[in-house]
C-alpha cells in the first residue's frame, strides 16, 4: 500500500525516533504540517487501520511504530510508481536517490536490492 503523503510525514518522524505517543508525534510535525492534535490522532488511527502503524501501550500511554522499515515502504511505493505507473521494465536507477536526507548508503544499497530483483513493485 502507498502511503498518503500525510501519512509519510507521521513515518519520516517514527523512523527518526519512535516509539512515540500522538502528542509527541504532534509536537513534531506541527511546524511542518499545522495540525491540529485531532488531525494528527485522525491520521495515526487511520494508519493504524492500514496496518501502517502499530499502536502499543508503555505505562498506560499509546505510543506509535512504523510497521515497516522506510526502506520498505519506500521500496513498494517506489517500485509501484517504477514498474506499474512508469512501465520500467528494466533496472531502476537507485543512483537518482544518493542525495536523499532521508536514506543512508545501507539503506540505498538495500532499496536498490529490493527495486531490481525480480521486477517487484
Same mark, same amino acid.
Given at each position: +500500500?502507498?502511503?498518503?503523503? *500525510?501519512?509519510?510525514?507521521?513515518?519520516?518522524? &517514527?523512523?527518526? /525516533? *519512535?516509539?512515540?505517543?500522538? /502528542?509527541? &508525534?504532534?509536537?513534531?510535525?506541527?511546524? /511542518?504540517? $499545522?495540525?491540529?492534535? *485531532?488531525?494528527?490522532?485522525? #491520521?495515526?488511527?487511520? +494508519?493504524? #487501520?492500514?496496518? &501502517?502503524?502499530?499502536?502499543?501501550?508503555?505505562? $498506560?500511554?499509546?505510543? =506509535?511504530?512504523?510497521?515497516?522499515?522506510? #526502506?520498505?515502504?519506500?521500496?513498494? *511505493?517506489?517500485?509501484?510508481? =517504477?514498474?506499474?505507473?512508469?512501465?520500467?521494465? @528494466?533496472?531502476?536507477?537507485?543512483?537518482?536517490?544518493? @542525495? %536523499?536526507?532521508?536514506?543512508?548508503?545501507?539503506?540505498?544499497?538495500? &532499496?536498490?536490492? +529490493?527495486?531490481? %530483483? $525480480?521486477?517487484?513493485?
Amino acid at each position: +500500500m502507498v502511503p498518503a503523503d *500525510s501519512e509519510l510525514e507521521v513515518l519520516k518522524a &517514527l523512523w527518526e /525516533r *519512535s516509539p512515540q505517543s500522538a /502528542r509527541e &508525534l504532534h509536537d513534531a510535525l506541527a511546524e /511542518r504540517t $499545522g495540525w491540529a492534535v *485531532s488531525t494528527t490522532r485522525t #491520521v495515526l488511527e487511520r +494508519m493504524r #487501520v492500514k496496518e &501502517l502503524v502499530v499502536r502499543e501501550e508503555s505505562h $498506560g500511554l499509546a505510543v =506509535f511504530s512504523p510497521a515497516q522499515t522506510k #526502506v520498505e515502504v519506500l521500496g513498494e *511505493s517506489l517500485g509501484h510508481l =517504477f514498474r506499474n505507473v512508469l512501465e520500467v521494465s @528494466g533496472r531502476v536507477p537507485v543512483s537518482a536517490f544518493t @542525495g %536523499s536526507a532521508l536514506l543512508n548508503d545501507a539503506e540505498l544499497a538495500e &532499496l536498490e536490492r +529490493m527495486l531490481n %530483483s $525480480g521486477g517487484r513493485g
